[in-house]
């Protein structure tokens, strides 16, 4: 089939973002200027640079992490897991400003090292970063989405030593999850190598 998104797709459902699949989830932590504590699940995002690190999500309005990191230049990235997507799936309900949505998924902070933010305790992972831009997500004639998107350099990387092994984390181990689209998630349980062609190689 082919549709033109204005036209829509006559399918039950938008198949779109199952088609940008499997997404990363940014679970991700924030604080407010007065040290209430936030923490939210985005699945619009993903690494965006290597050297230094930053990575990016959207958030659909002005949600309360993005409210968040506009008011202290600052957020944490929580690698979420299989054993913690149940917890996950809590921080996702739409609740007053000012729920700890750690306390409401059970879920023990930890200490950051370079933002205020806390970290998940559990995740097997976590990137401590500090804001780099916010930009309005606009459509093809300037019309405002209501959506921003959001990039953070990573100051601070926290990874679990359990899921270090021969110098190289363990993904296996780690079990991040990742959104598929309608109701449906993935988690890494396998995963398979190939070797990049050289950049010496004649091209045709």
């Known amino acids: ?38 923490l939210a699940p985005y699945s619009f995002f993903n690494a965006i640079c290597g050297k230094p690190p930053m990575v990016g999500f959207s958030s659909e309005g002005m949600k309360h992490t993005a409210a968040n990191i506009v008011q202290t230049g600052e957020f944490v990235v929580n690698m979420a897991s299989g054993a913690l997507a149940q917890a996950m799936n809590l921080t996702s309900a739409r609740v007053p400003f000012g729920v700890d949505e750690f306390e409401l998924a059970g879920l023990e902070k930890a200490p950051s090292q370079t933002v205020r933010a806390p970290r998940v305790a559990r995740a097997p992972a976590a990137l401590e970063c ?55 998630y993935t988690q890494v349980v396998s995963t398979f190598s190939m070797i990049r062609p050289q950049d010496d190689l004649p091209h045709p």
């Open 130 to 184: 500090r804001l780099v831009s916010i930009t309005p997500v606009v459509t093809l004639d300037g019309t405002q989405t209501g959506n921003s998107h959001i990039i953070g350099q990573v100051t601070g990387i926290y990874i679990s030593p359990d899921c270090l092994k021969d110098g190289l984390f363990d993904v296996i181990t780690a079990g991040p999850i990742a959104r598929l689209g309608y109701r449906d």
């Open 1 to 38: 089939m082919f549709y033109r998104p204005e036209d829509g797709h006559g399918l039950p459902h938008d198949p779109f973002t199952s088609l940008v699949s499997p997404r990363p989830i940014g679970w991700i932590s924030t604080i407010d200027a007065e040290g209430g504590v936030n």
